[in-house]
């Protein structure tokens, strides 16, 4: 399968750290919604005209908290993207389980809309301004390595029919890269996914199977897809990019 144009969108500060923090190689976009309020007609043309001349085949993330001004932008993107585009939503909603809400209207337009309630890290205690800046950070890194496995290293198991079949529908989902399994958390209201160990080669292959075996036992009864994949950066770890969806309202 040919590849896609992907299209990291992120709209406000932490929208934009996390689309910043993307290191392999994709078109990054930021949009101020600031100069967005300030200078609204104009800055909004510009933003139509540049979303549609994107080239056919491409994937257009955007991420973004869940404020009014950044749905508005986020709305205008949506609409003004070619037809055929792949429209994928990451939304930062601290302490609100989106899965567990009536589904936005805006929401309409994306394959599927993931959320971060940033549980992992205000857990920790921490203040919501580190909360954020952590969860920024790790998925950058989870954006990284979804993109660069699709496009090149090839997961095992785990290609761009999957990924697309998986997203695909009107779904509201999570895309997590843990370094520990929290047992305790609600994987299971999840329907299907794709399950990818990330291993470092320093690391037994007993032992990455043994991490995922224990996330198998976790899903056993979802649609799941699940991969492995070798990283020379990861020395002495292994981590799981999880990502996970299901329709909205089931």
Same mark, same amino acid.
């Given at each position: ?7 990291? $969108?992120?709209?406000?500060?932490? =929208?934009?750290? +996390? ?22 007609? &104009? ?20 991420? @973004? ?11 205008? #993107? ?5 037809? *055929?585009?792949?429209?994928? @939503?990451? #939304?930062? %909603?601290? !302490? ?27 857990? !920790?205690? +921490?203040?919501?301004?580190? @909360?954020?800046?952590?969860? @920024? ?10 993109? %660069?496995?699709?496009? =090149? ?5 785990? *290609?761009?029919?999957d990924f697309l $079949?998986? %997203?695909? =529908?009107?779904n509201v989902g ?22 990818? %160990?990330?291993?470092?080669?320093? +690391? ?11 996330? !198998?036992?976790?899903?056993?009864? &979802? *649609? #799941? #897809?699940? =991969?492995?994949?070798? *990283?020379?950066?990861?020395?002495? &770890?292994? !981590?799981?990019?999880?990502?996970? +969806?299901? &329709?909205?309202?089931?």
């Amino acid at each position: 399968m040919l590849g896609f144009t992907h299209v990291f $969108t992120g709209i406000g500060k932490t =929208g934009g750290i +996390v689309v910043d923090g993307v290191s392999s190689d994709v078109v990054k976009v930021r949009i101020d919604p600031g100069r967005y309020i300030l200078r609204t007609e &104009k800055y909004r043309e510009r933003i139509r005209s540049f979303f549609s001349a994107l080239p056919e085949r491409s994937i257009v993330w955007i991420v @973004a908290e869940d404020r009014p001004v950044n749905i508005e932008i986020l709305n205008i #993107i949506s609409r003004s993207v070619p037809e *055929d585009t792949i429209r994928l @939503a990451y #939304i930062f %909603t601290p !302490q609100r389980e989106l899965v567990n809400e009536k589904k936005p209207e805006w929401a309409d337009s994306f394959e599927t809309v993931f959320y971060d309630s940033l549980w992992e890290f205000l857990r !920790q205690d +921490v203040p919501l301004v580190e @909360a954020y800046r952590r969860a @920024a950070e790790t998925i950058a890194r989870a954006f990284t390595y979804l993109h %660069t496995n699709l496009e =090149g290293r090839m997961l095992i198991n785990v *290609d761009y029919a999957d990924f697309l $079949t998986v %997203t695909g =529908g009107g779904n509201v989902g999570i895309l997590r890269l843990l370094d520990r399994i929290d047992f305790d958390w609600h994987w299971g209201l999840w329907d299907r996914g794709m399950v990818v %160990t990330l291993v470092g080669d320093d +690391v037994s292959l007993k032992e990455a199977h043994s991490v995922l075996e224990r996330f !198998q036992e976790l899903l056993r009864e &979802k *649609d #799941i #897809i699940w =991969g492995m994949v070798v *990283d020379g950066n990861l020395r002495g &770890k292994a !981590q799981v990019l999880a990502l996970l +969806v299901k &329709k909205w309202g089931e």
